[in-house]
């Protein structure tokens, strides 16, 4: 829903989400919703935008995303802190024959280990 499309705005609306507890709500709507895929989609979609950092730089013959300088890495680690990579592992373990989860899930786990070391530590962490 909302804090999905607001996340993926410019990086002041990725903050203010962010500053808001943003990241700890979707975590907490995912707890206490795990059997609800539509709101576990949500979820990893708006942990995806709240931990996206990355430009798209086009070098033929793809388009290539690249880390781009700046706050992400801490807005990366801000959902980490809250839980992210554990929520979407464990929504991507509930309800694994959803492509569409699975695909944002995806996503939300690549942007948070963009981050730094204890980023991508939390990933792996997360299983």
Same mark, same amino acid.
């Given at each position: 829903g909302a804090l999905w499309t607001m996340a993926g705005g410019s990086d002041a609306c990725?903050?203010? !989400? #962010?500053? /808001? *507890?943003?990241?700890? /709500?979707?975590?907490?709507?995912?707890? +206490?919703?795990? /059997?609800?895929?539509e709101l576990q989609r949500a979820g990893c979609g708006a942990l995806q935008n709240m /931990?996206? *950092?990355?430009g798209l730089a086009v070098? $033929? $013959?793809?388009? #290539?995303? !690249? $880390?781009?300088?700046g706050s992400s890495d801490a807005r990366m680690q801000a959902v980490v802190d809250a839980g992210g990579a554990s929520a979407v592992v464990a929504a991507?373990?509930?309800?694994?024959?959803? !492509?569409? #989860?699975?695909?944002?899930?995806?996503g939300a786990? +690549?942007?948070m280990a963009a981050g730094g070391d204890a980023c991508k530590q939390a990933v792996v962490d997360a299983g």
């Open positions: 990725k903050q203010a !989400v #962010l500053g /808001a *507890g943003g990241a700890a /709500a979707v975590v907490a709507a995912m707890g +206490r919703h795990a /059997a609800d895929v /931990a996206f *950092g990355w070098h $033929p $013959p793809w388009p #290539l995303a !690249v $880390p781009v300088s991507m373990d509930g309800h694994a024959a959803d !492509v569409e #989860l699975q695909m944002d899930g995806c786990l +690549r942007n």
